[in-house]
């Protein structure tokens, strides 16, 4: 045998070395057991070409739009930064920004409280709790466009059902104009937020109530704890988790809310019930000023996605 022959042999016992390497000390490429690479790249491909498709390239053309002052309709140029350092100096824009930050601290508690305690309420196999879940979380599926135009109706001053109760508990005289007035107008629609998207937090968080061990709750029973005890000591440090991702949802939503405002007040009276997407929208199809709604959403983009950041961190934080 030569000397060539010897160096392309494996190791004493005819294994190559534990380290990846042959005994000639050329690395060896790991191999798939079932499938060579260029098949796992074929089979993520439709998804990377959706991707691309759908978020990145469109993602890529708003940085370019924004970066001009393209219109609905009409010629454009490239203008830089003008149309960001318009949004910073914009009053408008951190009105409906402060509005909208008002907004989500007014609903985000309740809806997470609310839709633990359904929660807790439909997590036991009692008799009924699958159709008490169906009902908790029917709102939320009918959505918040529908309901939107059925409260319409159910506001006006003169032949709403809101004013005809309201009088007959002698509350008010009937005629309270609920969508003509600001803070009435955020109480009303809060109040249709906080009734309808808990249903979505109920599932969230029930499905991470369902994997908490039967015996962790034995034990606590056996050691005299109560239930008020049993959920703050056992249940919510447990499902912590479930609950940051429904308070993530619920404030992203939140900055994203546009139907309901639209359809109810349509960010009055003025401007004091316009969101900032509702400020985007007026500055896109209103203004017919595309570039600088485009900088404006990128903005809003980045803002939520510092919002977003901080929760996860406080998450990590609480679990350090």
């Avoid at 010897?6 to 057991?33: I, N």
């Avoid at 009303?188 to 937090?201: C, D, K, Q, R, Y």
Wanted: hydrophobic share 50%; net charge neutral.
């Amino acid at each position: 045998m030569t000397a060539l022959d010897a160096e392309a042999l494996p190791g004493p016992a005819g294994v190559d070395p534990p380290d990846g390497r042959t005994a000639s000390g050329r690395s060896r490429r790991p191999r798939s057991l079932t499938h060579r690479p260029a098949t796992g790249m074929l089979l993520v491909a439709p998804a990377i070409a959706l991707v691309a498709f759908f978020a990145l390239i469109p993602l890529a053309f708003a940085v370019y739009i924004s970066f001009t002052n393209w219109p609905l309709i009409g010629e454009y140029r490239f203008v830089g930064f003008e149309n960001y350092r318009q949004a910073l100096q914009d009053p408008g824009m951190w009105k409906a920004l402060r509005y909208t930050l008002i907004y989500t601290g007014i609903v985000t508690v309740p809806i997470l409280l609310l839709g633990y305690g359904l929660a807790v309420l439909v997590r036991a196999n009692r008799p009924g709790s699958t159709v008490l879940r169906t009902v908790f979380f029917l709102p939320f599926v009918v959505g918040l466009t529908t309901l939107s135009y059925m409260l319409v109706l159910e506001a006006q001053p003169d032949s709403g059902a809101i004013n005809r109760i309201l009088e007959a508990l002698g509350l008010t005289d009937g005629n309270t104009a609920w969508l003509l007035d600001g803070v009435l107008g955020t109480a009303l629609l809060s109040l249709l937020v906080i009734w309808a998207v808990p249903g979505l937090t109920m599932i969230l968080l029930l499905s991470a109530m369902q994997g908490v061990p039967s015996e962790v709750y034995e034990a606590a029973d056996i050691d005299g704890a109560g239930w008020l005890r049993r959920e703050l000591s056992i249940t919510v440090p447990i499902i912590r988790p479930a609950i940051a991702m429904s308070l993530i949802i619920s404030v992203i939503g939140s900055f994203l809310a546009f139907n309901q405002f639209f359809i109810l007040t349509k960010g009055g009276p003025g401007t004091d019930t316009t969101t900032i997407v509702g400020h985007i929208y007026n500055r896109a199809f209103v203004e017919l000023q595309l570039g600088s709604a485009t900088a404006i959403s990128l903005i809003l983009v980045v803002f939520t996605a510092v919002i977003t950041a901080a929760q996860f961190l406080l998450l990590r934080g609480s679990d350090e």
